[in-house]
């Protein structure tokens, strides 16, 4: 069964270095989503691609958080610097185009220490 | 702001027994609630869902109301079972439009 793969499941840091997470959506999906999910609350939109453009960042911190998704299939998101409201759940899932199912990775947990 | 609020925050249910949650939404623009079942260390999966051209849905143990007038809906698992046990999330969105709202979620505790 084909499913969004992301990397790392875990990731320690200090605040203020720098963090990336990678994923890999489902083959053949056009629409991806980077969510930010902290302990105890639902899933927030951080940004969501159509292919490889950006459809919505609005939640996005731009002074400190970047997303790219540059041939249309993977796509990265950093923090730079870190800091410790950041810890939290990092979900990235994909549609095959627009609204509807949203299929999720497992998600990478981040601790700013 | 939130824009779909989920309550309660959690529940106890005894094997066999009825579990309700809630959700209600402000935006009348939106036209598409699915429901994500989510386990502990893994990402939501979509459960079920329901455009508001109905009123319910059911698929399997799993009942969606929808409510338009009120801007209220609702997840039901009958017959609950342990393995049910998870955190379930309501979600809004326009189908024209492409941002999936999330509610809290609620965390199912089904005993047996």
């Known amino acids: 069964e084909a499913e969004v793969a992301q990397s790392p499941r875990y990731k320690i840091t200090e605040k203020s270095q720098a963090v990336a997470f990678w994923c890999d959506p489902i083959?053949?999906?056009?629409?991806l989503y980077w969510y930010r999910q902290i302990l105890g609350q639902g899933p927030e939109l951080l940004v969501q691609?159509?292919?490889?453009?950006?459809?919505?960042d609005s939640q996005l911190p731009k002074d400190r958080f970047s997303a790219e998704r540059l041939k249309g299939v993977d796509s990265t998101l950093k923090i730079q610097p870190a800091e410790l409201g950041d810890s939290a759940m990092y979900l990235c899932?994909?549609?095959?185009?627009?609204?509807?199912?949203?299929?999720f990775g497992e998600g990478s947990r981040l601790t700013v220490l | 702001q939130q824009q779909v609020k989920q309550s309660p925050q959690s529940l106890i249910v005894q094997k066999g027994g009825i579990s309700i949650i809630n959700c209600a939404y402000e935006?009348?623009?939106?036209?598409?609630f699915p429901w994500y079942q989510q386990f502990p260390g893994k990402g939501p999966a979509l459960l079920i869902a329901?455009?508001?051209?109905?009123s319910e849905k059911k698929e399997g143990r799993f009942t969606i109301s929808f409510n338009k007038s009120a801007k209220q809906f609702s997840l039901h698992i009958m017959d609950s079972q342990p393995g049910d046990s998870a955190t379930y999330f309501c979600?809004?969105?326009?189908?024209?439009?492409?941002?999936?709202?999330f509610g809290a979620g609620t965390t199912v505790t089904v005993r047996a």
């Open positions: 899932a994909s549609s095959i185009r627009g609204p509807g199912e949203l299929f």
């Open positions: 083959s053949g999906h056009a629409t």
């Open positions: 691609f159509q292919d490889e453009s950006v459809v919505d």
């Open positions: 935006n009348t623009a939106f036209d598409y």
């Open positions: 329901i455009r508001p051209d109905v």
């Open positions: 979600a809004a969105s326009k189908l024209s439009g492409y941002k999936l709202s």
